[in-house]
């Protein structure tokens, strides 16, 4: 292993905010109650210190420690992506965590070691290292779900995301195990150059492929591997289920492609008809199930499902377009649902928080602001211009159809009706009906901060999206050391 | 940055503020929006002056869409055209602004109806100043969509609804087929900016396109002839041409100062500065042309005798708009787009102040609209009948004011362009003579004559009233707008303004052949008539005569042609409306409910059954979930096996 400079320069970022969450750590027990809430400026500082650091790293194209990390532009806008969905989670999580009475230091630790975890993951030069950030990732979100102790539904889904996980990281790693016995390297260019020789294509390696596809489709919660998703997402805390469904679906998307596209681009054909079964499976599942959910967490679970459908369309033909709009449409995914969520946590019937649809009846009403966001969000995830989730879609789709799947995207298109249903409806309970029940719409400075950022951006991406088009375009690049 | 880019900008502000903010105006939103639109006229008007010497420029403002070849930016084009256009645009919007702040005074929509116009007045000038067929598209929309809210701004009363709905579904047809010409368009350019396509126009000319394609049959005609016909259907809805004119005189169940900005100055020109705009396209499309020039010929003639009988002042001035548009379509489609667009600017300041003076005489006798209990109303409001004589003057064609040079310029071209050119000519010289007829019909019946407001005013208990002279916010509108009517068209041909626009409007050739009459003769002719309507007006209205009573009875089938519109709503009403309910309460009835119905609620129901099957699988149980994932692995590698034996 070499520590020159260069490898340490380059991995300053993840430095930086491994040593500024071990000082949150150490710093929680000195700092007052009342004053908790000043660990998250903290956090959100150290967050914006290491974007700017990661922003000096920007059009560098570096494999450091011996090709085990790569710096390059496709992962500083992954890790972009990463800080900024962390700052919107904290913003929106330190008057959530006060109300339900949840509020400790170590929430941040983890939070900012989760996103550490994926900033390693979509660097990852290397399977081993690959492993290390999934698992550090995960192992932090295990914790964040079953945040709320004395809640039986919190507990259940952070030992059953738990177990599941431990699951699906089993086979991801004999994954591995089989595309290192059969190579001799756990390198992804290594393994890339070893899958171009002709009569490479053992059983073990795509054995191999077929188990590490499966661990990504688990992260990603892709069905068939989704099972999980629902029960978790509506046990975790509200903050915490945005988190994993915006930040880290994203920076498993950007692992998933980095992956097949690097290291299985050789043997495309053997693994795009897999690829179109999870979309094709996750399309349907998620939208038909979220119809009948009554039940909002539960029902962005399945939407969430869907989405993962509709991106994995994304990752069928590698080619400067479907890279383009699948970063596109994680970016705009991003916005969309973590706004979502956020309108779901501040929303509060009796002091609970109002997660079931019978909370959103006549919201317009009584909150016409928060039906409005809401309906923004809704109409964005249902892929309704001008906003831009229907950009999002529109390119996904098109690269499909310039890849040769037009019925693919026939599909598409049909299931993403499918799902404007549950969308809109709940636009349709929040304006066309009488309220019922008294529910508390009341963010404060930094809840307002927050939805105003989603929602105008999930409005920008739609109505002016070129500088974030551009800015995309110039982090296409995936450097192959 | 370009001072350009403020004269759009300036009254979208408006819009915005006071749009947004309405509620804190209560009754002052004047404020914000007249100095705004003010400011984006002293803009416009030094950036007219300066266009004579200046080259034209395109401001790029931003990238909207980019998607493979497609490229659709928001670029302001500042061409003579554009220029010319602006100047106009601006200046009556901006006296409309002013005229409204007494006219609508006390109004409960007044800072709506503030924040419309202004949203108008930046969509009317972002569509002068579109640089490809889409931008224009969006801002063709927009105005239409601001004519719609304005024409139902008094949305509680039947009549208004019901005339924005009119407007709003028939520019639907008439914009559909606009659509499907940029559709076209882009297929065949695989461009929709103008500086890319009018070069490309010429490597097109034998390019033909079937039609019938989808009925296995053959039927090929010139793809340009297409274009241009489908882009000329928008201008038929968007200029009231017939078949799509009943829309108009509807209109005027709007607030008169919108009947002056949108639906006689500006919006409803926009059909004629597409065609001038495209030109390039129609000099290529000699069939268009045709159609063009037909159409407009008709609709010219058509409305003029439509407006000899009615009764309404606001339609008799709404009907002589349209007919008036369809000499500048004629002439548009014999070539002579420069003389188009000259009426139209000159058309834009009198029959603006015609329609305010029309105001003017409404608001003085508090909402009475039938020329038929007015009367008199000279010694009253006589700066109303001085700037409304000249108007009237104006639209028929007597020297020296704006009328005579631009519609005489019309008659010359059309007479020089060939033997159709001198069939459209003919109609053109008759529509002359209805037109100073109906025009003075009107002023004799209004200002002239007995005194009729009061007996029928006592009848509904309005004892006593005395018309008075409006506020100076609504006159000094008026005095304005007769000062343009007097040297507009004078400047305008002292000045060369076919010259001028020659930039982007080729002159027309006269037709070798064309011989006959010569320039001199032509326009002592088209004076003459006019002198002869504005005289028959006199001798059945401007005295007390028996003729137009006997006339009506004697040629009573002709009368009631023009009295009732040539029937063109009733017909509509038969044809379309009836057969629409006809049509839609069988679909209802027997396809809605049967077949359509069952199967969305079936496929709903599946879907939805489905879910609920699917859910069952949701147990809630960790193993369940293990046993679930497990599938999937062996599912995954079972599917790839099966797959590549294949």
């Known amino acids: ?481 | 940055m370009t001072p350009i880019i403020f004269i759009p900008l300036l009254p979208l502000i408006g819009f915005l503020v006071v749009g947004i903010f309405w509620p804190f105006f209560k009754g002052k939103g004047h404020f914000i929006a007249v100095p705004l639109m003010i400011g984006s006229w002293v803009i416009a008007t030094s950036e007219f002056f300066k266009s004579f010497t200046n080259p034209p420029n395109v401001t790029f403002v931003y990238d909207w869409i980019r998607s493979g070849h497609l490229d659709i930016g928001i670029s302001l084009q500042y061409d003579h055209l554009a220029a010319i256009m602006l100047f106009m645009v601006t200046t009556v919007a901006m006296l409309v602004h002013l005229y409204t702040i007494g006219y609508m005074h006390g109004d409960s929509g007044y800072d709506r109806f503030f924040s419309y116009i202004s949203l108008f007045s930046f969509s009317m000038i972002m569509l002068v100043l579109s640089n490809n067929l889409v931008e224009m598209f969006i801002f063709w929309e927009a105005v239409g969509l601001c004519s719609y809210l304005l024409i139902v701004h008094w949305y509680e009363r039947r009549p208004s609804w019901l005339a924005a709905n009119k407007a709003f579904i028939m520019n639907r047809v008439g914009d559909f087929g606009f659509l499907l010409g940029i559709f076209l368009t882009y297929s065949t350019f695989g461009s929709v900016s103008f500086a890319e396509i009018f070069p490309a126009i010429s490597s097109h000319l034998h390019q033909t396109v079937n039609i019938a394609s989808a009925f296995h049959g053959s039927m090929n005609i010139p793809v340009l002839d297409l274009i241009a016909l489908l882009l000329f259907l928008g201008a038929v809805g968007k200029s009231a041409q017939i078949p799509l004119h009943p829309w108009l005189p509807d209109a005027m169940e709007g607030p008169t100062p919108i009947s002056a900005l949108i639906h006689a100055a500006t919006m409803v020109t926009a059909g004629i500065f597409m065609i001038a705009r495209m030109n390039p396209l129609y000099n290529a499309a000699p069939f268009a042309a045709h159609v063009v020039a037909w159409t407009g010929g008709i609709t010219a003639i058509v409305a003029a005798t439509i407006a000899l009988t009615q009764p309404d002042i606001k339609k008799i001035i709404a009907y002589s708009t349209m007919s008036q548009l369809g000499y500048m379509v004629m002439v548009c489609g014999l070539g002579g787009y420069g003389a188009g667009i000259f009426h139209l600017l000159t058309h834009g300041a009198f029959k603006a102040l015609l329609f305010l003076g029309a105001g003017s005489v409404i608001h003085s006798l508090s909402g009475e609209q039938d020329v038929f209990r007015m009367g008199g109303l000279r010694k009253y409001i006589g700066l109303t009948f001085v700037t409304m004589l000249i108007g009237s003057l104006a639209l028929s064609g007597i020297p020296p004011f704006a009328g005579y040079y631009s519609k005489d310029l019309i008659l010359v071209t059309a007479y020089q362009q060939g033997p159709l050119g001198q069939i459209l000519w003919m109609i053109g010289v008759l529509t002359a003579v209805l037109t100073a007829f109906y025009s003075f019909r009107l002023m004799f019946l209004v200002f002239g004559g007995k005194e009729r407001f009061h007996s029928d005013q006592a009848g509904h208990g309005g004892h006593g009233i005395h018309p008075h002279e409006s506020p100076w916010t609504m006159t000094v509108p008026l005095v304005l707008l007769s000062i343009a009517a007097v040297v507009a068209g004078w400047a305008g041909e002292h000045y060369g303004v076919l010259e001028y626009l020659a930039q982007e409007l080729p002159i027309p050739h006269q037709d070798p052949v064309a011989g006959g009459m010569s320039d001199s003769a032509l326009k002592g002719l088209s004076v003459g008539v006019g002198v002869l309507g504005i005289f028959v007006a006199w001798a059945f209205y401007g005295r007390e005569s028996s003729i137009p009573g006997s006339l009506a009875k004697g040629l009573s089938f002709f009368y009631k042609l023009s009295l009732y519109k040539w029937y063109f709503d009733e017909l509509y009403d038969l044809v379309f409306v009836r057969s629409s309910f006809l049509i839609g309460r069988l679909f209802w009835q027997e396809l809605d409910k049967g077949v359509i119905d069952e199967t969305v609620n079936g496929v709903a129901a599946f879907f939805r059954n489905s879910g609920l099957g699917l859910r069952r699988y949701q147990t809630g149980q960790l193993q369940n979930y293990a046993m679930v994932m497990a599938i999937g692995v062996f599912g995954l590698v079972a599917f790839y096996l099966v797959f590549n034996r294949m």
């Open chain 1, 1 to 481: 292993m070499n520590f020159s400079p260069v490898n340490i320069m380059g991995t300053m970022p993840e430095i930086y905010l491994t040593v500024l969450g071990s000082i949150l750590l150490l710093m929680e027990p000195f700092v007052p109650k009342e004053k908790r809430s000043w660990l998250g400026l903290f956090a959100i500082a150290s967050l914006i210190f290491a974007m700017i650091a990661t922003f000096g790293l920007n059009g560098k194209g570096l494999p450091l420690y011996q090709g085990l990390y790569i710096v390059d532009p496709f992962s500083n806008f992954f890790k972009m992506v990463i800080y900024t969905g962390t700052i919107i989670t904290i913003l929106f999580s330190l008057p959530y965590l006060e109300k339900e009475d949840i509020h400790v230091g170590e929430y941040y630790g983890f939070l900012i070691f989760a996103a550490v975890g994926m900033m390693i993951m979509v660097s990852a030069g290397d399977l081993i290292t690959l492993f290390l950030g999934i698992e550090l990732m995960s192992l932090c979100l295990y914790v964040l779900v079953g945040l709320k102790r004395s809640i039986h539904r919190s507990v259940e889904a952070s030992f059953k995301y738990f177990l599941l996980g431990a699951f699906a990281a089993a086979i991801f790693l004999y994954g591995i195990s089989l595309l290192y016995g059969a190579s001799g390297t756990e390198s992804i260019s290594g393994l890339a150059a070893f899958v171009q020789n002709p009569g490479a294509l053992k059983p073990m390696i795509i054995a191999g492929m077929i188990l590490t596809m499966v661990g990504f489709a688990f992260k990603v919660s892709a069905a068939p591997f989704h099972m999980w998703t629902p029960d978790v997402y509506e046990g975790a805390p509200t903050v915490v289920t945005g988190f994993m469904a915006s930040v880290g679906k994203v920076a498993a998307f950007g692992v998933f492609l980095r992956v097949f596209w690097v290291a299985f681009s050789a043997n495309k054909d053997h693994w795009t008809w897999l690829i179109i079964m999870i979309a094709i499976l996750s399309m349907l599942i998620g939208n038909i199930v979220a119809l009948v959910q009554k039940n909002i967490k539960r029902m962005l679970a399945y939407s969430s499902i869907g989405h993962a459908g509709f991106a994995v369309i994304g990752l069928l033909n590698p080619s400067r377009e479907s890279l383009f709009a699948l970063m596109f449409y994680l970016f705009v995914y991003l916005f969309m649902t973590l706004g979502a969520f956020g309108i779901v946590l501040i929303l509060r019937r009796k002091g609970v928080e109002g997660e079931e649809i019978q909370d959103f009846v006549g919201l317009n009403k009584k909150n016409p602001m928060a039906a409005f966001l809401m309906l923004i969000f809704m109409f964005s995830l249902a892929g309704i211009p001008p906003f831009g989730g229907f950009l999002a879609k529109f390119y996904i789709f098109m690269a499909a159809v310039h890849a040769g799947f037009t019925w693919l995207a026939v599909v598409g298109v049909l299931l993403s009706a499918v799902g404007a249903y549950y969308y809109i409806q709940i636009v349709m309970t929040m304006y066309m009906k009488e309220p019922e029940e008294v529910v508390e719409f009341m963010p404060n400075r930094m809840e307002k901060f927050a939805l105003f950022l989603t929602a105008a951006m999930t409005v920008v991406m739609g109505i002016f999206p070129l500088p974030f088009v551009h800015y995309i375009e110039t982090s296409l690049a995936i450097l192959v050391p």
